[in-house]
């Protein structure tokens, strides 16, 4: 018999877990439409079943032509200007933004308002376009240097003072490696300081996807195809087993990624839903009695 099982550390991140559950409350005890300024995950299922419910995903162009309406901010966070022009509108806001962001959007406004009279450059390590990072940008009047990756520096004038943050959930031994090229890149007696920002509830699932992912003849990994944090495990986990294979939902699933398999895993980002794990898992069954 075929061992089919799924990794009971996988699903939603405590962020997304407290912004459904927001918004669920919402739609389940009002009879009001919710807007959520952009998808509230980057999960097209979950964001779906929500808006079987009632909910909305609208842009920031959709809320400048709303007035009074119920606004939900996701867990990504967003800039001070979306709430200025939330007030503006005279919106009621649901913030659903992640503590950790909250903590991390505070920390970075606290070290530019004390240096954006000196040469202190504030860089920040993460994704651009994010949504976290224009978030994060936005505590800067978006004057933070974006850096990717390592190949990113040349941004960066070593000749003044560096303050290095990093989105939430960027990669720790990225963020190590950063750090240490940054620190030997600095022209002597020149300040660089830096602050780990990233969560480990997101950091830690790295290793562990990693281990999970060699006790399986076949993984299926559960993702959205918007979600980079999807993106980035999803490779993790293949290079330590190619047969590691990317779907977004239970028909994605195909007899030759299980074939022949006595073990199969099914794991996730942490913007999948664990109930779309299960259907994975309940499809993969159905599939390998077929075969």
């Known amino acids: 018999m075929v061992l089919v099982e799924i990794d009971e550390h996988s699903g939603f991140c405590l962020g997304v877990v407290k912004a459904i559950n927001k918004a669920e409350r919402f739609l389940d005890n009002s009879h009001q439409t919710l807007y959520s300024l952009g998808d509230i995950v980057h999960n097209n299922q979950e964001v779906s079943r929500l808006e079987n419910k009632g909910m909305q995903t609208i842009t920031l162009e959709n809320l400048a032509n709303l007035e009074h309406a119920d606004i939900l901010f996701r867990a990504h966070g967003e800039p001070p200007s979306t709430y200025e022009l939330a007030r503006k509108q005279g919106h009621r806001l649901i913030d659903a933004t992640c503590p950790v962001v909250l903590g991390l959007q505070a920390r970075i406004r606290r070290v530019y308002e004390a240096n954006k009279d000196n040469d202190t450059q504030l860089v920040l390590f993460g994704k651009s376009g994010h949504a976290e990072v224009v978030g994060l940008l936005g505590q800067t009047n978006n004057t933070a240097i974006v850096v990717e990756t390592v190949s990113d520096i040349s941004k960066i004038d070593f000749s003044r003072p560096v303050f290095l943050f ?101 794991c996730g980002a942490t913007s999948t839903p664990f109930w779309l794990m299960e259907e994975v898992k309940k499809h993969v069954q159905k599939v390998l009695s077929e075969l």
């Open 166 to 266: 990093s989105q939430t959930t960027k990669s720790l031994d990225e963020f190590r490696e950063l750090v240490a090229v940054i620190r030997q890149s600095m022209q002597p007696g020149v300040r660089f300081e830096y602050r780990d920002t990233i969560c480990r509830q997101v950091a830690n699932r790295l290793p562990h996807l990693r281990d999970f992912s060699t006790k399986y003849d076949s993984v299926l990994f559960v993702s959205g195809t918007k979600s980079s944090n999807g993106r980035a495990l999803y490779e993790a986990c293949r290079q330590v087993n190619p047969k590691t294979f990317f779907i977004s939902s239970p028909d994605d699933v195909r007899p030759s990624m299980i074939e022949g398999a006595s073990r199969i895993g099914i």
